[in-house]
């Protein structure tokens, strides 16, 4: 069936950093439309596999006929458990392509986005029972200055959680629109799409739980890939970006260090690239959404067991 999203991005980057054996198995955590997981199936033999992950329904649409591919309706933060359930454990490669899809930006339907009215829902898995107007207008005061401050890295926390509690106590704020209208007030001057892009950001990561599941991906990919297999992570804000950093470097995702006797580092990946790789302009203006990729990549060391 043909793809309902858009074109995958880094996508020659993210094969040579699977370094992929035509007999392996390996894990696309985030499938989406599936353009990363065909390219690395055309590389397989018919021994390889590929188990690919994907809460959205809306990824059902694109899963390719082929008997050597499995598709997870599962978030990866179950990574372990499915891939034991699925006899596919240990895995010569994970690819992790994290965000929000550029099909799920694009359905108004969805509340992703600032361009579009539409409900606030922003549930990247639809069965879910909370959505971005539940946040809104139940959380406490300080609930939200804090997830303002801590997944949207915006300034005046205070002033945007205030005008959201003023507007609430009038009537729920259940719309986009009147989400931008309650907020109107705290907009910096000609910094309006960056602004509301951060506030939607820190709803989107708290709805989703999106750093502890990330937190766990790491933390489970350690245990599923074999000794030389790798871990390829494209990120696209700060925060997941520093925590993937900070977890291929040291193991941990605060970035604590680790030393043994002879003063060098325990850590159970080695990161392959010292700094991320980046789109390249031709890429970021086919590719909106590779506009802020950064991609990284470690493999397991083979003397971490």
């Known amino acids: 069936m043909t793809s309902i999203y858009h074109k995958s991005v880094l996508l020659n980057?993210?094969?040579?950093?699977?370094?992929?054996?035509?007999?392996?198995?390996?894990?696309?955590?985030?499938?989406?439309?599936?353009?990363h997981t065909r390219a690395i199936l055309d590389r397989l033999n018919e021994n390889g596999r590929v188990i690919a992950f994907d809460q959205d329904e809306d990824a059902l649409q694109n899963v390719p006929d082929d008997k050597r591919f499995t598709l997870v309706g599962q978030n990866f933060r179950f990574l372990k458990n499915f891939l034991r359930l699925h006899g596919a454990i240990p895995v010569h490669g994970i690819l992790a392509d994290l965000g929000i899809s550029s099909h799920q930006i694009d359905r108004p339907d969805r509340g992703f986005s600032t361009r579009f009215d539409g409900p606030l829902d922003m549930r990247m898995n639809r069965n879910a029972t909370t959505t971005a107007a539940d946040v809104l207008n139940t959380y406490e005061p300080y609930q939200l200055k804090k997830i303002f401050s801590l997944y949207g890295e915006v300034e005046n926390a205070g002033r945007l959680t205030q005008l959201i509690v003023n507007a609430r106590n009038d009537q729920p704020i259940l719309t986009i629109a009147e989400l931008k209208e309650a907020i109107a007030g705290c907009l910096p001057r000609g910094k309006e799409f960056r602004y509301l892009a951060q506030v939607f950001q820190a709803l989107r990561i708290e709805i989703n739980a999106e750093m502890k599941a990330l937190e766990e991906l790491l933390k489970q990919s350690v245990e599923v890939l074999a000794p030389g297999g790798r871990l390829v992570v494209i990120s696209y804000h700060s925060l997941e970006d520093r925590m993937v950093k900070n977890f291929m470097r040291s193991g941990n995702i605060e970035g604590k260090e680790e030393k043994d006797f002879y003063g060098n580092l325990i850590r159970p990946l080695e990161p392959v690239n010292r700094k991320p790789i980046v789109p390249t302009d031709e890429e970021i203006e086919l590719n909106s959404r590779a506009r802020s990729a950064k991609l990284r990549i470690a493999e397991k060391s083979r003397i971490a067991e």
């Open 13 to 35: 980057e993210c094969l040579e950093g699977l370094l992929i054996r035509p007999s392996g198995i390996y894990v696309d955590v985030t499938f989406g439309g599936g353009g």
